[in-house]
Structure formats: C-alpha cells, structure tokens
C-alpha cells in the first residue's frame, strides 16, 4: 500500500463537499502540528469548561499515526449501549465511557419497551452488557465503570478523547451518547418524587396511574394538553398551572385549545387551581407503583393540600454532558444539533439519544438514533479504508505516479460536482 502525505489528505478534504460519506473529522487543517494546537487552545480558552487542552497534550498527538479504538462511545444508556453491540456486529472496535448519569436513574421500571415492559433500567442495563461481553469480547470494550469523558478533540483524520481517570485514547469516530436532565423546580419534594410518582411521559408511568388521582402541573396550554394525553387512563384530573393565569396564557391556551374554557372546566370537569406548588410530599414508605400518594402542597386555594397518586410535569431539559460546550456544537435550544444521519455540526462525531434534536426521547429511539449513526459510522469508515488502499492499483497503473492520481481525483470532483458517494462508484466501489 502506497501512504499519502497528510497535505493530500488535507487536498482531498478541501475537494470534497463537506456532506461527503467520506468523513474526516473538521476543522484541523492548520499547516503543522504546532499550529494546530495553538489553533485548539485558542478556541477552547473561551469555553466555560473546565477542559484545558494544554494541561493535557504535547504536540506530538496531533497526528497519531495508528487507532487504539474505531468509535469512542461515551455514554452507558440505552443508546450508548446500542450503538456498542452494532459496531460489534461489523467487526468494528469501540470503547465505552459511563459516568453513571442515567436519566431514568431514579425510575422503577422501564415501559413500552417490547420484551422489557416493566424491566427495572438498572437491571436492563446489566443485562445488554452482560450479552455484549459475552459475545462480542474481542470488539466491545469498556472503560473502568464511572469514568467521565472530560474532553474530545477532533484530529485530522479521527479523534482524541480524554478522561477524568487521566486516560486518553485515539479513535476514528465519536459517538456521543451523552443524554440529557430534567430541570426540576426547585421545591421541596420534587426531586426525591420525581419517577417514583412524579413524571412527564404518559406512555412511560401514566399507566401506573389508571383510574387513579392525577395532577397536571405546567403552563395552562402545555398543562392542558398533558391533560388530553392521560384522560383515557384517568378522569380524575386536577390541573395546577403554578399561578394565576395571566391574559397571555388563556390567549396561548385558546390559540392551541379554542373553547378550552368551556371543553376542560365544563365537559371534562377538570378544574384548574391558579396556585404554585410550594412542596411535594410522599404520604408513604411504600415504594410500589400501586402505592404512590402525595400531598400536593399549594400557596393558596381549596382543597390545600391536593392528594394524588400521580403528578405529570412539563419542565425544560438540559445536557448531562458539557461536552457540546467544550466542542462548541451546533445546537437547537438546549438539543445538539444533528443531521439525518445523526452527525453532529463536527464530522464524524455522531449524537445520538435523548442528547440531539432529533424530537423524541424515549429508549426505543435512544437505540435506532445509535443504528442510524453507527451504520453512516461505518459506511463512512469502510469508504476510508478503501480510498486508503486504492493509491497502490492507481499509481502503479499510472505508472507510479502520485500526481497523476491527484489530478484524476481532482478532475473528477470538478466534473461531477457531486460527493464522495460519485467518485467513490468512479474508483470501482
Ligand atoms: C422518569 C423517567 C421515566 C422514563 N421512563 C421511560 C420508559 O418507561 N420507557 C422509555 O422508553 N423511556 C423512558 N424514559 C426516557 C429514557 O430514560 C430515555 O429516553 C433514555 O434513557 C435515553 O437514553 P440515552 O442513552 O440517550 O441517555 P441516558 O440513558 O440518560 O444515558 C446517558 C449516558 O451518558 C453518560 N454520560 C453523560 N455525560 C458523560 C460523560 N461526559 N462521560 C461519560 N459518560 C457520560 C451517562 O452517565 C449515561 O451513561 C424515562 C425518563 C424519565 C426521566
């Protein structure tokens, strides 16, 4: 196999469009190695994170010259560990960071999920590691349980990926499964309740609470339709709006809802209290499900306090990670931006489950976010390999000469202006 210089890589980067299959992480092209350290540091100075690019590296890793791992995977949950078992399945190499942040940490039991309704997360968790230990040990790899991923810094063809045990390894592609918060209000009760009674996904807990006390707590247009969700499995349902409705939220509740006033107060009798919770507090030891009960403690009004089995919430979400911040991605609110093929705004640095803006977050698409993202992975990284190897037929047939390859490659790319998928067909895949 004939090696080309890193300035022809750097050539081919620039010909290619940058939606190119042929993915080689962004950015660092800077003439030298030195340079492009500079080049990092400097951005990453005006980061609010704790990573220091210069407190870990010298120069010389710029341009490793071998890969410790295909795909860094950071991230334990549903999706990390999906995307684990299917580069497995293709014979690729991953290694998988968990710093234990789960989002259905405190949950009981996972729902409407096939063959796992009613599975304790912990226990499911456990089992797919066990499966991908024992069949896959030459490709799936874990790093020590609870290591956190501090920081990620994107080469010329891969990535560098740093840890909080002072770990650092190479690999091509990064899949960041990373996950995301909820932002709980900040009231006594809420955060020891919250997926043991208190929850925000009817297909999830709601049916734990079927023709049981309800609680709809959030802004009058989301509360009500919250509300709408759960009313085949309850009817008795009080909605708690967290204060007095002001005119612009019965105007963005009649603009989602018309004729909510007369619909929700009348037909479906649900009343609606213009308090904010002030505590939330479990009336027993019991853990089960079956045996939730709060009192819903208000700021004013009657009945005070409400007793409930269940309570739905709407809050906002934050990222667990502050990965996104260090390599300043592409964002949609508080989602990380990402492609259908779920790349982040970096090339080859994939975000997949509830951490991107894909619009669902549930476990189901935690792991096909992970599928999607691993097959462009590795669709991407077997079209590298094979540009990689294609030079020793091409130069010699050109005579061993190294330009004229170029060229041909240049020509191509003016010609078709089209991806890497058009010349990657011209080169005979
Ligand atoms: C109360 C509640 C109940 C739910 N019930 C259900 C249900 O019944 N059915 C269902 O389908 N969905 C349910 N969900 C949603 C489900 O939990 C999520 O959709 C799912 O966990 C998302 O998987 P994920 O892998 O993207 O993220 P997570 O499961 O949150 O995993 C994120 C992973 O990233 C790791 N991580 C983060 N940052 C770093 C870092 N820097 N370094 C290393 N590791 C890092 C964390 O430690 C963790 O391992 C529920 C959610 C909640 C809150």
Known sequence: ??????????????????????????????????????????????????????????????????????????????????????????????????????????????????????????????AVRKQIDELYPDYSFWATRKTKVIGIIPLEKGFRVYDDKGGTVTAKRVIMATGIKDVLPNKPGFAEAFGRGVFWCPWCDGHDYKDRKMVVYGKLASAIGSALNVRKLTTDITIVTGGPLTKEDKDAA????????????????????????????????????????????????????????????????????????????????????????MESSINGLYVVGDANNDGSTNAYHAMWSAKRAVVSAHVSMSKQEYLDAVPTAMVAAAGGDEDFYRLQIQDLEFQVGDDVEQMFKALGG
């Not at 870990?56 to 995977?73: H, K, L, N, R």
């Not at 929700?264 to 507090?281: A, S």
């Open 1 to 126: 196999m004939v090696y080309l210089k890193s300035s022809f890589w750097r050539f081919c980067l620039l010909c290619l469009p940058l939606s190119s299959a042929l993915i080689i992480p962004q950015s660092v092209l800077a003439e030298d190695a030195e340079d492009t350290v500079s080049d990092v540091t400097r951005q990453l100075e005006t980061n609010e994170v704790e990573f220091n690019i210069t407190d870990y590296t010298s120069p010389g890793e710029w341009e490793p010259t071998a890969w410790d791992y295909d795909v860094a995977i950071v991230g334990g949950g549903p999706a990390g560990l999906a995307a684990s078992m299917s580069l497995a399945r293709v014979a690729r190499t991953s290694i998988l960071y968990d710093s234990q942040e789960y989002r259905n940490g405190q949950t009981r039991y996972m729902h409407d999920v096939l063959g796992q309704d009613g599975e304790v997360p912990l226990k499911f968790r456990a």
């Open 254 to 341: 009649e603009a989602r809802w018309p004729g909510w006033e007369t619909v929700i107060k009348n037909t479906y009798k649900i009343p609606i209290r213009e308090n904010e919770i002030t505590k939330v507090e479990r009336t027993t030891t019991k853990m089960e499900p079956k045996d939730d009960e709060y009192r819903v403690h208000l700021n004013g009004g009657s009945p005070n306090p409400i007793v409930t089995n269940g309570m739905l919430i709407s809050v906002p979400t934050t990222q667990t990670s502050s990965l996104h911040k260090q390599l300043r991605l592409e964002m949609d609110g508080s989602s990380v931006k990402v492609k259908k093929n």
